[in-house]
T-cell receptor
Framework: GDSVTQMEGPVTLSEEAFLTINCTYT??????LFWYVQYPGEGLQLLLK?????DKGSNKGFEATYRKETTSFHLEKGSVQVSDSAVYFC???????????FGTGTRLTIIP | EAEVAQSPRYKITEKSQAVAFWCDPI?????LYWYRQILGQGPELLVQ????????DSQLPKDRFSAERLKGVDSTLKIQPAELGDSAMYLC??????????????FGPGTRLTVL
């Protein structure tokens, strides 16, 4: 079955530091890949997505590239802000059956 | 901006009691999902509806959990009887059904259940 593995947290960085959160997956076929963000007390919000190999998803300064050869979808941001503090989830889904399989989440804390 | 509504936001109950959660999806969204998120883990799908029909309930513990979406709009998830291990966040999501692309899921704020 499908599975998603994320780097374990929590991750603590200083403001303006470079961020990488690793994500690898196991899936049949050609899944779509997602990063969701969950701010304290809120539901999940879609941050970015990629639907085929070599696609790059980007939003709010975050980027992730769908690497089929390494089955990875690592999240990166060049300069993090305090407001980026949240829990980040990597997920995958299949076209035609859009239920999502999530990783365990990575808690990110940015200190001023 | 349209949002997925859930209530209650928080629920504390004693084990062996019955609890129910309600979800109102974004208007026009045919697909509705219930996920369970245990603390420190990612959400796991419990049940998926297409309109009023169940598409996938393979991970729903059917001896104690039930879900319905009678008119294909809002939905109720019930647990009876609740057990200590049911303490979790219960998330509802909805998505439109549009041909030709992946249909994004929109999540509600969740119901945090604590079973004592």
């Amino acid at each position: 079955g499908d599975s998603v593995t994320q780097m374990e947290g929590p991750v603590t960085l200083s403001e303006e530091a470079f961020l990488t959160i690793n994500c690898t997956y196991t899936a049949t076929g050609y899944p779509s890949l997602f990063w969701y963000v969950q701010y304290p007390g809120e539901g999940l919000q879609l941050l970015l997505k990629a639907t085929k190999a070599d696609d790059k998803g980007s939003n709010k300064g975050f980027e992730a590239t769908y690497r089929k050869e390494t089955t990875s979808f690592h999240l990166e941001k060049g300069s993090v802000q305090v407001s980026d503090s949240a829990v980040y989830f990597c997920a995958l889904g299949h076209f035609g059956n859009e239920k999502l399989t999530f990783g365990t989440g990575t808690r990110l804390t940015i200190i001023p | 901006e349209a949002e997925v509504a859930q209530s209650p936001r928080y629920k504390i109950t004693e084990k062996s009691q019955a609890v129910a959660f309600w979800c109102d999806p974004i208007s026009g969204h045919a697909t509705l999902y219930w996920y369970r998120q245990i603390l420190g883990q990612g959400p796991e799908l419990l049940v998926q509806f297409q309109d009023e029909s169940v598409v996938d309930d393979s991970q729903l513990p059917k001896d104690r959990f039930s879900a319905e979406r009678l008119k294909g709009v809002d939905s109720t998830l019930k647990i009876q009887p609740a057990e200590l291990g049911d303490s979790a966040m219960y998330l509802c999501a909805s998505s439109p059904t549009q041909a030709g692309g992946y249909n994004e899921q929109f999540f509600g704020p969740g119901t945090r259940l604590t079973v004592l």
